[in-house]
């Protein structure tokens, strides 16, 4: 994954198999699924998909994911056959290159079991109501902002453009958090117009794609899961401006998405699939180089086309001595990873991500978003039984570092 040959990161291809990111047929897909309106055919058709598969608890674990450290604790699950031992059947994780397509195949019924960012798991469940729960988190942190390396200030990302992989992401709130907090507005403008010093223009771009752009100087820098950031570093294009974890204290990125109707129809099946993440997770916290080895390019899996160095650099090194001496950490007193790992949804998280997202700049029909209660997104979004009674199973919440109690407050210093 090195490859930093140029391409136009706004490119929107006619061809159903481009290889670019965004093909024309995940946008106009997505933009079915996000409209309300249109998005019942959606649904219909993954009704139907879903109630031709097997019944009960031998419908197989059907995982879709991206190439980054996100969906760890699905794929360690799978490598490691904890789903079997829960008595599950597996398939083959199918591997998908942008938000869109996983989304898509989720409510299409090719897949039942998918990481998702945070916010988007809002504008699948309210903005298409598509019916779906937060059942777990897959990680916490894992992200940061990468730039050029003739940008050493976020106040010299005015006028230039940075690319994030989704609207509904923790990656464009804290972006824009940290952008009008240095006297930055954001602006979306494609290729089209002029950016003012004071702007900068976001663009949409799926995380395999940033690097390569990032080279070809088509951005100044891009926002991300991990391991897009320490690629960028390791390749010697770009280097990490702000790590999300230290602006968002724990914050999620990604989490366990499961439609409501496996919920309901195989409760046994959901606590199973729960049970073996919340495992995966404790297993990679003590066996973090184990695990790149594992997602690495050279694992017969070979679940990611990323190696081993890049990997490690985010699972298994853990000091930050370097980032502090050149002021990238603003709250060393945090104490926190570069990823870490612990599956429980605190509501606290759910209810600031709701108030941040209906004051961030999104694109398309936001209508739906502004009426929403945080408290009640909070109790609607997520179904925590599973994943609380997974946790006790392993040990309870000291084993995640966890208050006993689950609860706790949210801490944003962007």
């Given at each position: ?22 093909t ?18 959606l649904?219909f ?13 031998d ?29 599950l ?9 942008s938000?869109?397509q ?14 998702l ?23 916490i ?23 994030i ?9 804290l ?6 907090k ?23 771009l ?6 390569s752009a ?85 694992d ?10 890049v ?6 090194v ?31 998280y759910?209810?600031?991500m709701?108030?941040?997202l ?35 199973a ?13 609860l ?6 962007v």
């Open positions: 994954m090195t490859d930093t040959t140029a391409r136009n990161p706004y490119h929107v291809c006619a061809s159903s198999d481009c290889d670019c990111g965004m024309r047929r995940d946008f106009l897909r997505m933009s079915a699924l996000t409209a309300a309106g249109a998005a019942s055919p649904l058709a993954g009704d139907a998909m879903a109630q031709q598969g097997p019944k009960g608890d419908q197989p674990v059907k995982i879709g994911y991206l190439p980054i450290t996100d969906a760890t604790p699905l794929l360690v699950a799978h490598a490691r056959k904890l789903f079997e031992a829960e008595g059947q597996t398939e083959t994780p199918r591997l998908f290159r938000w869109a996983i989304i898509e195949a989720f409510v299409s019924g090719q897949v039942n079991v998918i990481h960012l945070s916010p988007a798991t809002i504008s699948v469940r309210y903005g298409a109501k598509f019916p779906a729960k937060v059942v777990a988190w897959n990680h942190n894992g992200s940061a902002l990468t730039v050029a390396k003739d940008i050493n200030r976020v106040q010299d990302l005015g006028g230039r453009t940075v690319a992989p989704f609207w509904y992401s923790i990656h464009n709130v972006l824009q958090q940290i952008l009008a240095n006297g930055l507005s954001v602006v979306s403008k494609g290729r089209e117009g002029s950016i003012g010093a004071k702007e900068v223009n976001l663009v949409v799926a995380p395999a794609e940033m690097v990032l080279a070809s100087k088509s951005i100044a820098g891009f926002i991300v899961a991990e391991p897009f950031n320490a690629l960028a570093e390791t390749a010697g294009v770009g280097q990490v401006l702000r790590f999300s974890g230290d602006a968002w204290k724990n914050h999620a990125c990604c989490v366990t998405f499961l439609s409501e109707r496996d919920i309901n129809t195989r409760p046994e099946w959901a606590q199973r699939v729960t049970t073996a993440i919340v495992k995966a997770q404790l297993w990679t916290r003590s066996n973090q180089i184990d695990t790149a080895r594992l997602l690495s390019s050279g017969p899996h070979r679940y990611t086309p990323h190696n081993l160095q990997l490690s650099k985010v699972l298994a853990s000091d930050f001595s370097a980032y502090e001496q050149r002021g990238i950490v603003a709250h060393k007193e945090w104490g926190q990873r570069r990823i870490d790992f612990q599956p429980y949804p605190f509501p606290s759910t209810e600031q709701v108030r941040a209906q004051t961030t700049r999104l694109e398309g029909d936001t209508g739906f978003l502004q009426k929403l209660d945080p408290a009640f997104v909070a109790r609607d979004l997520v179904d925590d039984r599973f994943v609380r009674k997974a946790i006790d392993v040990g309870g919440p000291a084993v995640f570092g966890l208050p006993a109690k689950l706790r407050s949210e801490t944003v210093a």
